[in-house]
């Protein structure tokens, strides 16, 4: 059983901090003071330097830390909030940035989207500064050679539409929702709808340029095998500052096809679910079909299959008439579109937006909210369901959803990256929970809610160890508690996010980053000099 994090922990991580941060500066003003000289000390551009800090007093300051913070969890006046924001215009202020943070001791935060489900790119419970990697949103697609140079701060809309502009017949395997960052979603995996056909974002990623703990820039061959491995899918921040990565880009037809069909208890839900997870993992690799649980009214349940073809409606009638004939799947039903279309589909922004919404960074509504994450590896019963369902009708407001994986997921090696959850796993399980209400009783409540559902699902997924996304971060699996170098407490959430990986990271992390700068409440630890451990 996993045990939430306790106040007591949360006080000894506090004084861990306080500990830890012997350089910890004595005020705030002195802090702006001191790091404004070094960047201008360092920097070609001293003059620029004033407009990219921002101290508490300054009048934007609020708004830039709110701009992407994308979970009002971690908008509360209680929130601890960083010392300073950074927001570089260039790969000079980054370079920079990470040696005035290094030279005055104060831990840095590397913010690219904001959508870190913890908040741990703006959240932090030492004295700490934001380097925001705003400005950094250029794309440039190069159709003819079948790449794309994305900077860290864009985000996948940007990454889609720029594509779209140069190519009809491209895409990218991302996630579905466009205002996330390309700098947490690239390092950290990064998985969508064409996850079964392409793999992940990761899979698909042929250099990179991050800056590193001594302030060089370096592309994959500079960084080496080991390093270039380690940020697509173990996360940037332990590593060093992403700037960009280049990726190859996948064909996509001319025409998708997408639907959605709900079906509640009363309709047969649950015979529907047994037969999806027979065939959703199995099927054509074209065909991605999501499932989503949720709760009704405290009385049934409704299970939402939604779902992108690459190809057109007629052959995924016929292909599920045969393969999955409880979804009684219609041709009117489908919708035939471009697979840009089909973006805006999946993002639900069916509000009359147009393609350049895609663009819009601030096109997404704040809520609080908490998730998890979970593989199945063995089918489950259907009495195993009926369990599930009526836990979550007890509760009341827990959602899952399943995403298939197989296909193209089952060719990867698990060492290929970081990211290990491949071949074996039939589908993955996002627990979800907001709300609308603030306060610290409805977080407890709902956090608890979603608690409950985790633990109630401990039979169902997988063991020894029980496997999580590490882009759906969740602090309860584990989190830094005897210190920023502890490998005791590294290993109970590493082994989670990266199974058998987790060794290796940890050796290019000691390499790269010894004395551990780059490091949060979740970060791959440093052996430092100890390296005769490994
Ligand atoms: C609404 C929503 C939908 C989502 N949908 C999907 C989905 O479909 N598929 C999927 O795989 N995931 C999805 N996610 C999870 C998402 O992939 C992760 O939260 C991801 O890390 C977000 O990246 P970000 O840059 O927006 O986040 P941030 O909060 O900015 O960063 C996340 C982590 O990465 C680090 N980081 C950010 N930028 C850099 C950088 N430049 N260099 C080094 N480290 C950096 C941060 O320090 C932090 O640790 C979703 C999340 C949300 C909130
Ligand atoms: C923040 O405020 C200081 C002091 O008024 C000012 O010098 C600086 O330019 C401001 N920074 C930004 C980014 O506006
Ligand atoms: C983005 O591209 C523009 C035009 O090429 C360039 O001037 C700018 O410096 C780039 N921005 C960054 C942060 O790289
Ligand atoms: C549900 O399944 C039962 C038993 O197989 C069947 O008789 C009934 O018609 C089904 N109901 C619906 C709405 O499909």
């Not at 370096?218 to 080991?226: F, I, T, V």
């Not at 001319?254 to 199995?282: C, G, S, Y």
């Not at 009783?441 to 999580?468: C, H, L, Q, W």
Request: proline letters at 5%; one cysteine or more; hydrophobic letters at 40%.
């Amino acid at each position: 059983m996993e045990k939430p994090i306790s106040i007591l922990a949360t006080l000894i991580v506090l004084l861990l901090y306080a500990s830890d941060c012997l350089a910890a500066p004595s005020s705030r003003n002195s802090l702006f003071a001191t790091f404004l000289n070094c960047l201008k000390t360092h920097t070609n551009q001293p003059n620029q330097v004033p407009n990219i800090v921002y101290s508490q007093t300054n009048a934007s300051y609020d708004s830039v830390l709110k701009a992407s913070a994308r979970n009002a969890r971690f908008s509360n006046p209680s929130t601890p909030k960083p010392l300073l924001i950074i927001t570089p215009l260039n790969e000079n202020h980054v370079q920079n940035s990470v040696l005035c943070a290094k030279s005055i001791g104060v831990q840095l935060k590397i913010r690219s989207g904001g959508h870190d489900f913890e908040g741990i790119s703006y959240v932090s419970q030492a004295p700490f500064i934001i380097l925001d990697m705003f400005h950094f949103q250029n794309v440039s697609v190069d159709v003819q050679n079948e790449i794309a140079v994305i900077e860290a701060g864009a985000t996948l809309g940007q990454v889609y539409y720029r594509i779209y502009e140069k190519s009809s017949v491209h895409g990218f395997p991302a996630g579905v929702c466009p205002t996330v960052g390309v700098g947490g979603h690239l390092s950290g995996g990064g998985y969508g709808n064409m996850i079964r056909k392409h793999g992940l974002s990761v899979d698909h990623v042929i250099d990179a340029k991050i800056v590193d703990v001594n302030g060089r820039i370096l592309d994959r061959e500079a960084m080496g095998d080991d390093l270039f491995w380690a940020i697509r899918g173990g996360g940037g921040a332990s590593f060093g500052v992403i700037l960009s990565y280049t990726v190859r880009l996948v064909p996509v037809p001319e025409t998708v096809t997408v639907f959605q069909v709900d079906k509640t208890l009363e309709q047969n839900a649950t015979d529907l679910v047994f037969q999806w997870q027979q065939v959703a993992p199995h099927t054509d690799e074209r065909l991605f079909m999501r499932l989503v649980m949720q709760p009704v009214a405290k009385r049934t349940m409704r299970a939402s299959v939604m779902a992108l073809f690459l190809g057109g409606a007629d052959e995924v009638v016929t292909l599920l008439e045969k393969e999955f004939p409880l979804l009684g799947l219609k041709k009117e039903t489908c919708h035939e579109m471009r697979w840009i279309d089909s973006v805006l589909w999946w993002a639900n922004y069916n509000d009359g937006s147009t393609l350049k919404a895609l663009l819009d960074r601030s096109h997404y509504r704040v809520h609080y909210n908490k998730k998890k994450s979970d593989y199945i590896q063995t089918p489950i019963s259907k009495a195993g369901f009926n369990l599930i369902w009526k836990k979550m009708i007890e509760l009341g407001r827990v959602v899952l959803i399943f995403n298939p994986y197989g296909g193209r997921m089952n060719e990867v090696p698990y060492d290929a990256t970081p990211f290990p959850h491949r071949a074996g796993n039939l589908y993955k399980v996002q627990y979800s929970v907001t709300w609308e209400e603030g306060g610290d009783g409805a977080d407890k409540k709902f956090i608890g809610e979603i608690r409950m559902m985790y633990n109630y699902m401990t039979p169902f997924v997988s063991k020894n160890p029980r496997s999580a996304y590490f882009n759906y971060r969740d602090l309860d699996i584990g989190v830094k508690m005897h210190g920023k170098d502890s490998y005791q407490d590294g290993v109970v959430y590493g082994s989670k996010y990266f199974n058998r990986n987790f060794e290796r990271l940890v050796k290019v992390k000691s390499a790269i980053d010894p004395q551990n700068f780059f490091w949060n409440e979740q970060s791959i630890p440093s052996l430092g000099s100890n390296k005769l451990f490994l």
